[in-house]
């Protein structure tokens, strides 16, 4: 695993390991969903901010809505990249990721992520983004 950035983009560089193949031999569409929430988490650790040390401040990052376009698939031993962008729009933040298959650069996933934060089980205006993110 490897991130960097470039320019707006913050990359995750994963590996496709066997156990999230299917039968078919590609990637469970399921796993493009972990794949994703992962990045998102490193991106957030990138910024100094660990996700498990919001819970015992009762702030708590959810995914709201999610759109994916499934375009191409990866199979066993791949290597690719989450490719994230972030926004802020109202109340929440949004995630706009590509999982891209580095051999090829074939896109494989296009998705958008809205996230909202709540705070002491309360929904907030996004305030904390603002303090915490630089968005």
């Not at 496709?16 to 796993?31: H, I, K, L, P, T």
């Not at 926004?87 to 896109?107: G, L, S, T, Y």
Request: aromatic share 10%.
């Amino acid at each position: 695993m490897l991130n960097r950035v470039e320019g707006s983009v913050f990359i995750t560089t994963l590996k496709v390991r066997d156990s999230e193949c299917d039968a078919q031999g590609v990637v469970n569409n399921a796993n493009y969903l972990v794949y994703m929430e992962y990045a998102r988490h490193e991106f957030l650790e990138h910024q100094g901010v660990k996700f498990a040390d919001l819970i015992p401040q009762n702030i708590f990052l959810m995914t709201s809505h999610m759109e994916i376009a499934f375009v191409n698939s990866l199979t066993g031993g791949q290597v690719f990249e989450v490719r994230s962008t972030v926004r802020r729009e109202r109340a929440k933040i949004i995630f706009d990721q590509e999982v891209v298959r580095v051999a090829d650069q074939a896109v494989c996933i296009r998705a958008r992520v809205d996230v909202i934060c709540k705070i002491d089980g309360r929904l907030t205006r996004g305030d904390w983004f603002d303090a915490y993110m630089p968005v």
